[in-house]
């Protein structure tokens, strides 16, 4: 049974610069990452690990015709306030709601060609008091 994302693996040509992406745009930060071989970085959400980042050139060949990934997606909170941060930093994003539900998404792309997806679920309405 799967119960959530464990990770998302990308490669990366220049790792500075996917790590600010990842830090300092969206607000992942850099952990702890056992002795690997390959040049990289564990980036974490709270206590996870949910994106590890390669040397490219170390991992794969740099060839269009092998894609970093498609997409993966990070759940989020405050559209508005990401918004207002990739517009900001001058981050190219795309932002639409998903038909017959409340959930919004922010599609942008990282340094490297990996497609990134926020996605804001619906707020429960507050209980009336």
Same mark, same amino acid.
């Given at each position: 049974m799967l119960l959530s994302l464990g &990770?998302?693996?990308?490669?990366?040509?220049? =790792? !500075?610069?996917?790590? +600010?992406f990842y830090c300092d745009l969206l607000g =992942? +930060?850099? *952990? /702890?990452?056992?002795?690997?071989?390959?040049? #990289?970085? @564990?980036l974490y959400l709270g206590?996870? /690990?949910v994106l590890h980042v390669l040397a490219r050139q170390a991992a794969a /060949?740099?060839? !269009?015709? &092998?894609?970093v990934i498609d997409h993966f997606? =990070?759940?989020?909170e405050d559209r508005? #306030?990401? !918004? &207002? +941060?990739?517009?900001?930093? *001058?981050? /190219?994003? !795309?932002?639409?709601?998903?038909?017959?539900? #409340?959930? @919004?998404?922010?599609?942008l792309t990282d340094p490297d060609g990996a497609r990134v997806e926020l996605s804001f679920a619906p707020r429960p309405d507050p209980a009336p008091v």
């Open positions: &990770h998302v693996t990308v490669l990366s040509t220049d =790792l !500075e610069r996917t790590e +600010r =992942l +930060r850099v *952990g /702890p990452r056992p002795a690997i071989r390959i040049p #990289g970085c @564990w206590d996870q /690990p /060949p740099s060839d !269009e015709a &092998h894609p997606a =990070l759940d989020a508005a #306030g990401f !918004e &207002h +941060r990739l517009q900001a930093a *001058g981050q /190219p994003f !795309e932002s639409r709601r998903l038909a017959d539900s #409340g959930i @919004w998404q922010i599609f």
